[in-house]
């Protein structure tokens, strides 16, 4: 239960001097990280120990086949190396979950962590030995024993440094981080936001300091406060904030409102342990940085779904560029010799959370169509934000057969292959475009921008721009895995009819 129902269930109306059980007493779910994220990357581990298990068959029947009897038919005989590498895993995921491997806040450094990791699969090597010992099972092959924890203990070594590098150089380039913001404008707050700005291997964008009080602490600097605490819903919207870090001491009636509106918004609430004892009496201690931290609100995961969406979408886009590769090339020598100019048109275009990429299309225009684009302003079409005209003498003649079948499309599969945008999502805007939202608008970039979405496939020839802005939220709002489908079906039959524009 552990929501701010459970709060103000048991601290009454006033909420003031009682003692608060647990936030996590009713339940673990919030005492820890993601359970999602630490599944995939215990299965992870699993795969990798299958791997290195499968190495010491072949190892032992290429190179130790004179080191007691074994034969590479011997494991379909009996199923005795199953059960025991069974065994092996077991242990070591238990073992590796004590140590705190597959917690997301993991404070320790790689260096350590490759000592755990070691230490964690000799720790399930002595277990495995002594149950084998226990089982009297003396036929089973000593080498492949000393074989399976020496092969485990270097592959997870070098997956888990792999994966730690991976996620630093992603951090670094501003990939898969977190926006976090610190409520609070004493010392200790800002002492944090320093700490979270100089160390991106955190995986944290500090975006600024919320002022929990409306009179300005004397401390405060005004420069790095974005807002209020009632401002929360407008700073989230517009920063993408995925995490508010409490650093000062705070009623508890403020905090109950707080996690009712972090419920709301989707986002997850943490405070510097030692704030609020009455309310995390029960609770886990994570570590962001160097700073212990408490949480008090979990928002819904979505790690399992946007893995599997992105999955997807890198096998679907390998396989349509390997169909459309003639085609691409016969549009890229008719648009080339069609009129003069570059064969891909390449505009920055605003994606997730605001990163700006390049985004690359086949050019369907002349070359100047930006600077005639000034002189055409009175003839546009759409209302708002958009721009769109019929007939448009910018559109070569190439170019509108072009995106009659959304041919010019194709080179964004490229796009997708580099995450930069998904098969399926709201359309990538300029950020002309961006620079004219309101705040409701921002919703549309809380997804990665995709080849085609919702808006596309029901109301393309709507010229409204709330209707656009409705369908991409609704489509945010509702993703599921056979929404994408869907719109993946009627896309097809609105390429082959021919109703682009």
């Not at 074989?147 to 070594?157: F, K, M, V, Y």
């Not at 944090?192 to 964008?205: C, D």
């Not at 972090?262 to 029960?282: C, P, Y």
Request: glycine share 8%; proline share 4%; aromatic share 10%.
């Amino acid at each position: 239960m552990a929501t701010s129902e459970y709060i103000r269930k048991n601290t009454g109306a006033g909420g003031a001097g009682q003692a608060l059980p647990s936030l996590t007493a009713s339940g673990s779910r919030l005492s820890g990280p993601a359970l999602a994220s630490k599944l995939m990357l215990a299965m992870s581990d699993v795969l990798v120990i299958s791997l290195a298990f499968v190495l010491v068959l072949i190892l032992k029947v290429k190179f130790f086949a004179s080191y007691g009897e074994f034969h590479s038919l011997e494991l379909i005989r009996t199923p005795i190396y199953l059960a025991f590498f069974g065994w092996f895993i077991l242990t070591l995921l238990f073992v590796c979950r004590r140590y705190g491997l597959y917690n997301l806040t993991r404070p320790f450094s790689g260096m350590h962590e490759l000592r755990l990791v070691v230490q964690a699969t000799l720790t399930a090597g002595l277990l495995l030995c002594g149950g084998l010992y226990m089982a009297h099972w003396d036929f089973t092959s000593r080498t492949v024993v000393v074989l399976l924890i020496c092969t485990s203990a270097i592959s997870l070594s070098t997956w888990r440094s792999g994966l730690r590098l991976a996620r630093y150089r992603n951090f670094e380039k501003g990939v898969g981080t977190r926006n976090v913001v610190i409520l609070g404008t004493n010392y200790l707050s800002y002492a944090l936001g320093e700490h979270i700005s100089k160390n991106f291997r955190l995986g944290y964008k500090f975006i600024g300091h919320i002022a929990p009080f409306s009179t300005p602490d004397e401390h405060a600097v005004v420069s790095e406060v974005i807002g209020g605490m009632d401002r929360l819903h407008q700073l989230t919207r517009m920063h993408f904030i995925d995490e508010v870090v409490i650093a000062q001491a705070l009623p508890n009636e403020q905090i109950i409102g707080l996690l009712e509106e972090a419920r709301e918004l989707g986002i997850d609430i943490r405070a510097v342990s030692g704030l609020f004892g009455d309310l995390t009496t029960n609770s886990s201690i994570e570590y962001l940085g160097v700073y212990p931290v408490t949480p008090l609100h979990r928002s819904r995961s979505k790690v399992i779904s946007a893995a599997f969406k992105r999955i997807f979408d890198i096998v679907f886009s390998l396989i349509a560029l390997a169909f459309a590769f003639p085609i691409m090339l016969l549009v890229a020598l008719a648009v080339r010799l069609d009129s003069e100019g570059p064969v891909f048109y390449i505009s920055e275009r605003v994606g997730k959370r605001g990163r700006i990429f390049p985004c690359f299309k086949f050019r369907t225009m002349v070359k100047d169509a930006e600077k005639k684009k000034r002189e055409l302003a009175a003839l546009n079409e759409r209302d708002g934000i958009l721009f769109k005209i019929s007939n448009d003498p910018r559109i070569t003649r190439v170019g509108r057969f072009l995106r009659k079948y959304s041919l010019d499309e194709l080179p964004q599969l490229f796009n997708v292959v580099r995450g930069e945008m998904s098969i399926v999502g709201p359309r990538p805007p300029i950020a002309s475009e961006v620079a004219q939202y309101e705040l409701e608008h921002f919703r549309r970039l809380e997804v990665t921008p995709g080849l085609t979405g919702l808006w596309q496939v029901q109301a393309r020839q709507d010229s409204s721009f709330d209707k656009y802005i409705e369908l991409d939220t609704a489509y945010v709002e509702n993703w599921s895995f056979w929404l994408d489908i869907k719109i993946l079906m009627r896309t097809a039959m609105v390429v082959v009819r021919g109703t682009g524009t």
